[in-house]
C-alpha cells in the first residue's frame, strides 16, 4: 500500500460586517478521519440564538492550487443557525481528488444582519397604512395604501356627519312627503359612512397582517478579500490548527 503523508493547516477566520464589532464566536475546530472523509467540528456561539450565518469552505493546494471540493455535506452554507457540535463533511475521493500533497482548508463564517426591524415595521404599518412597506421594500410607494385610507375615513366622517345633518331636518320635517325624502336621504348617507369606514379599516387591517406574514430578509453578504498565510498568527481573529495524517 502506498504510503501518502499530508498537512491539514485548518483556519478558521471570523468575519464579521465592517461597520458592526463582531457579536458571535466560532469555537476551536475539531479534526476527524473517519475512513476517507474529512469532518471538521465546529460551535457557532452567538449573542441571539435567532442568529444565522453563511458558512463556506476553500481548499487550497500548497502551491495555492483552489481545490474544487463539491461533496461537502453538513453545516455549511446558507442559514447556518446558532449551536454546537456542528460539522461539515469532505469526501476527496468522490470529487476524484486524492491527496499525496499539503493542502489548506479555510473554513470561514458571516452573520447574516436582517434587512429590517419587523416590530418597527409593524408598528409604522399601525400608524400609517403602508409606511412599513415602503420601508421594507426600499422606498417603494406603498405610503399611497395610507393616503388612500386616511381619505377614505375622512369621506365616512364627512358623509356621518351629513347623515346625522339631515336626521336633524327629518326629526324636524312635519310634512310628511319632505320628511319621506329626508329619511331616504339619511339611509344613504348613513349606508355610504358605513361602507367606507369598513373598506378603510379592512385595508387597514391588511396592510399590518401583511407585514407580519412577510418573512424576514437578509442583506446580501460582501465577502471581505482575505489572504491565505499558512503561518500560524494570534491576532486578527484567527485560529491555526496542523494535524498530520498518515495513509
Not at 46 to 73: C, P, R, V
Not at 236 to 242: A, E, Q, V
Request: no cysteine; charged share 25%; aromatic share 14%.
Amino acid at each position: 500500500m502506498k504510503i501518502r503523508r499530508f498537512s491539514l493547516f485548518l483556519i478558521f477566520l471570523i468575519l464579521a460586517t465592517k461597520s458592526l464589532a463582531q457579536d458571535f464566536q466560532l469555537t476551536q475546530p475539531r479534526l476527524e478521519l473517519d475512513g476517507n472523509r474529512l469532518i471538521i467540528f465546529y460551535d457557532i456561539v452567538s449573542q441571539h440564538s435567532s442568529d444565522k450565518f453563511y458558512i463556506w469552505i476553500e481548499i487550497k493546494s500548497s502551491n495555492g492550487e483552489i481545490i474544487d471540493a463539491k461533496s461537502l455535506t453538513g453545516d455549511i452554507g446558507d442559514d447556518i443557525k446558532v449551536g454546537k457540535n456542528k460539522k461539515i463533511i469532505w469526501s476527496p475521493e468522490q470529487d476524484s481528488i486524492y491527496l499525496d500533497e499539503e493542502i489548506f482548508v479555510e473554513v470561514k463564517a458571516e452573520k447574516y444582519i436582517k434587512s429590517y426591524n419587523k416590530g418597527s415595521m409593524i408598528i409604522k404599518s399601525m400608524v400609517f397604512p403602508g409606511w412599513g412597506q415602503t420601508n421594507i421594500n426600499k422606498g417603494k410607494p406603498w405610503w399611497l395604501t395610507g393616503v388612500a385610507v386616511y381619505a377614505t375615513l375622512t369621506g365616512s366622517y364627512l358623509y356621518n356627519k351629513k347623515y346625522h345633518d339631515s336626521y336633524d331636518l327629518y326629526v324636524k320635517e312635519e310634512d310628511p312627503i319632505k320628511r319621506n325624502n329626508f329619511y331616504y336621504q339619511t339611509q344613504k348617507q348613513l349606508d355610504i359612512s358605513t361602507i367606507m369606514l369598513y373598506s378603510a379599516a379592512s385595508a387597514w387591517a391588511l396592510n399590518v397582517l401583511w407585514v407580519v406574514l412577510t418573512p424576514q430578509k437578509y442583506q446580501p453578504i460582501k465577502h471581505a478579500k482575505i489572504s491565505l498565510n499558512p503561518s500560524a498568527s494570534p491576532f486578527n481573529g484567527r485560529l491555526l490548527l496542523s494535524l498530520r495524517l498518515d495513509f
